[in-house]
């Protein structure tokens, strides 16, 4: 069972700290020529933990994935909570991924076979579990990924509903004018497969 027994978030934002130091200068040599070097040198300062994977495991307390997550089964700690403390405290900028579909969640599973005519996961589970990363951690970037395993979970737009948490996070979240998001939101499928992305940033 997946314990974290070694997991020792100070050093880890040690490590991140240390890394960044030794690759800033070459970042900025080689970027000067193409882009304002303050923009990458922001960018080397930002860590990206994984906060929930495919199969809806949470590396911090989730009323909505109530017993599966890292303070009810498992290490019995907020993993994420513990590594934002230590990662901000070595000054450094704290950015969650965060998948957004769960292989084997009910609601999730029955939405697919719905061919999304229903939306209860994104409404009942993934809302709510994004507002409260929010609410709860603050952080400087939002990663969503894992847009879907039926063709009809591609589309952000109308399935994932993207733009209602986009503003919210831009207009009423503690974040909005600090947090970064990804562009990875799919709009739709292109006959030849090809995603179409909705750009957030």
């Not at 005519?117 to 409404?123: G, I, M």
Request: proline fraction near 5%; aromatic fraction near 14%.
């Amino acid at each position: 069972m997946f314990k974290a027994e070694l997991f020792d978030p100070d050093q880890w934002a040690k490590i991140f700290q240390e890394s960044g130091a030794k690759c800033r200068e070459l970042i900025k040599l080689l970027a000067s020529s193409i882009i304002n070097s303050r923009y990458i040198e922001k960018f080397l300062l930002d860590v990206v933990y994984t906060a929930k994977f495919h199969d809806g495991y949470c590396l911090y307390p989730s009323p909505q994935h109530w017993n599966w997550n890292s303070v009810d089964v498992g290490p019995h700690r907020d993993l994420v909570g513990d590594l934002t403390t230590s990662v901000r405290a070595a000054g450094l900028r704290m950015g969650y991924y965060h998948s957004l579909r769960e292989w084997y969640h009910p609601l999730y599973v029955a939405d697919q076979k719905n061919n999304c005519s229903t939306t209860d996961f994104v409404d009942e589970i993934i809302q709510p579990t994004m507002k409260d990363i929010v609410m709860k951690y603050k952080p400087d970037i939002i990663w969503s990924d894992g847009s879907g395993d039926a063709p009809c979970t591609h589309d952000s737009v109308k399935y994932w509903k993207a733009p209602d948490f986009i503003s919210w996070l831009y207009n009423h979240s503690p974040v909005n004018s600090t947090v970064l998001v990804n562009s990875r939101y799919r709009i739709a499928m292109s006959p030849s497969t090809e995603c179409v992305w909705l750009s957030v940033c």
